[in-house]
């Protein structure tokens, strides 16, 4: 699993923070039980500030997905809420949606857009099916050339 803060965005970065992890635990992906990264080191991944990580951390307890116990570190709640399979669906929508029309704004066509997202799927698996560790390094594209 990938945490990514985008700069530009209109979001605030706990908030884009806070979504994804909430995501990962209602989707599974973050297993009941599962270790999350330090806050000062998933901040010094990310580049933001380490009250912005504990803020979103904190969200994330308040809504009883998270349980933070002092030195043992965060944690996901023993029973996180899941989607059911018509929000799920509508979020995949969402995505879908929008990650086309970035394609379609790129002058990308369908071909290109699914071999790129089969691409992504590829990697982001291991041997093991799970996701990459919260502060990996996500991949970004390379700027446009001039």
Same mark, same amino acid.
Do not use: C, F, W
């Given at each position: !699993? #990938? %945490? ?16 994804? #992890?909430?995501? !990962?635990?209602?989707?599974?992906? =973050? ?19 380490? +009250? ?12 009883? #997905?998270? #349980? ?10 023993? %029973? ?10 509508? =979020? =995949? ?12 704004? !790129?002058? %990308?066509?369908?071909?290109? &857009?699914?071999?790129? &997202? ?16 919260? +502060? ?11």
């Amino acid at each position: !699993m #990938i %945490v990514t803060v985008d700069g530009d965005s209109a979001i605030p970065p706990y908030e884009q923070i806070r979504g994804q #992890i909430e995501t !990962m635990v209602r989707a599974g992906t =973050l297993k009941a039980g599962a270790q999350l990264p330090p806050i000062r080191r998933l901040a010094g991944d990310l580049g933001v500030a380490s +009250g912005t990580v504990a803020r979103a951390y904190r969200e994330l307890e308040a809504a009883e #997905i998270l #349980i933070t116990r002092g030195r043992h570190g965060t944690q996901v709640a023993d %029973v996180p809420p899941g989607y059911t399979a018509a929000q799920r669906r509508a =979020l =995949l929508t969402e995505a879908a949606r929008t990650y086309a029309g970035i394609g379609r704004q !790129m002058g %990308v066509d369908d071909v290109e &857009l699914v071999a790129a &997202l089969r691409t992504e799927l590829s990697n982001r698996t291991n041997y093991e099916g799970e996701a990459p560790p919260i +502060g990996a390094t996500p991949y970004s594209p390379p700027a446009p050339s001039r």
